[in-house]
């Protein structure tokens, strides 16, 4: 006999998650901080000045929870996801958050993600990790970048093609160094974050121009700034692809080591805005008694 559909209460079975706006920054550290490696941009975004661009739901069912946060930077919209796969489906039903963003989720969340956005150039990526006792500085000269330099880094970073809009403010704010060939800028190094309340930091937008690569100026960036930052910081971590392995050799040098993989990039979110409009004005109807938002998944 052929197999029939399921019908009646089994097909309708669904797990009920509460999804809730959380504005503590200590609860939502409890819950990050056994994870920091991963969760280290979520962790810098606590700290005063960025948390009040940030907006933060947690959902919480039988089956689990998950924590979901929206940013607004100077560079940009990000999304984080943290936590089980359909805790986190229902949280981005009824808050997914602006149309385009930066996304960092683990591996086993990509399933949900691309039921909600698509990823026209995320990537697999390797979580590297290094602290003091590790690190092993890289010997040369670098120099710290100042925002009045943000033309020049723009400059560098669009040799390959890439589009840069760096501004002064999003220099200064960071940590940057850049190394120089005859006066010329030819590699540099900057922070995402850098939390000393967390005492830890993101490194990331290490480029080097294509006609000076193979002579070991991102190591030599990267270290300068790793070098600052861990002043402040017990840990740094950075992210690389996996396929380069020039890259992954150069930072293992310094003391980084691989702590987990994670999936990076630009988003689009799949629908328009008036889905999750509505799913979460139902679900709020719903939820009114559980003081947050209802969703079945």
């Given at each position: 006999m052929a197999d029939r559909p399921l019908t009646g209460q089994l097909a309708r079975a669904q797990t009920e998650y509460v999804v809730r706006p959380i504005r503590n920054p200590e609860e939502i550290r409890a819950m990050l901080s056994p994870h920091r490696a991963y969760a280290a941009y979520a962790l810098g975004q606590l700290q005063p000045g960025l948390f009040e661009r940030t907006e933060w739901h947690v959902a919480r069912g039988a089956a689990g929870e998950a924590l979901l946060l929206h940013s607004r930077g100077g560079l940009g919209n990000a999304l984080f996801a943290f936590g089980t796969d359909e805790a986190l489906e229902a949280a981005l039903q009824v808050h997914p958050g602006s149309r385009h963003t930066f996304l960092s989720c683990?591996?086993?969340?990509?399933?949900?993600?691309?039921?909600?956005?698509?990823?026209?150039?995320?990537?697999?990526?390797?979580?590297?990790?290094?602290?003091?006792?590790?690190?092993?500085?890289?010997?040369?000269?670098?120099?710290?970048?100042?925002?009045?330099?943000?033309?020049?880094?723009?400059?560098?970073?669009?040799?390959?093609?890439?589009?840069?809009?760096?501004?002064?403010?999003?220099?200064?704010?960071?940590?940057?160094?850049?190394?120089f060939e005859e006066g010329r800028m030819v590699a540099v190094a900057g922070t995402h974050v850098i939390s000393a309340v967390d005492e830890i930091g993101v490194v990331g937008n290490v480029f080097t121009h294509p006609a000076y690569r193979g002579r070991g100026l991102g190591r030599l960036v990267t270290s300068?700034?790793?070098?600052?930052?861990?002043?402040?910081?017990?840990?740094?971590?950075?992210?690389?692809?996996?396929?380069?392995?020039?890259?992954?050799?150069?930072?293992?040098?310094?003391?980084?080591?691989?702590?987990?993989?994670?999936?990076?990039?630009?988003?689009?979110?799949?629908?328009?805005?008036?889905?999750?409009?509505?799913?979460?004005?139902?679900?709020?109807?719903?939820?009114?008694?559980?003081?947050?938002?209802?969703?079945?998944?």
């Open positions: 683990q591996p086993h969340h990509q399933e949900t993600i691309l039921r909600h956005f698509a990823l026209p150039e995320a990537s697999s990526m390797v979580r590297l990790q290094v602290d003091r006792e590790r690190f092993q500085p890289a010997a040369g000269e670098v120099r710290r970048l100042a925002g009045g330099e943000a033309f020049r880094i723009n400059s560098l970073y669009r040799s390959d093609g890439t589009p840069a809009f760096y501004t002064a403010d999003n220099i200064d704010q960071a940590v940057y160094y850049g190394a300068a700034v790793t070098r600052d930052v861990l002043k402040s910081c017990r840990e740094v971590v950075l992210s690389v692809d996996p396929a380069n392995l020039a890259a992954l050799r150069a930072y293992e040098v310094l003391g980084y080591k691989e702590v987990t993989r994670l999936i990076e990039g630009p988003a689009v979110r799949r629908e328009s805005g008036a889905g999750a409009f509505m799913r979460r004005r139902w679900a709020a109807i719903r939820g009114r008694r559980y003081g947050g938002e209802l969703v079945s998944v």
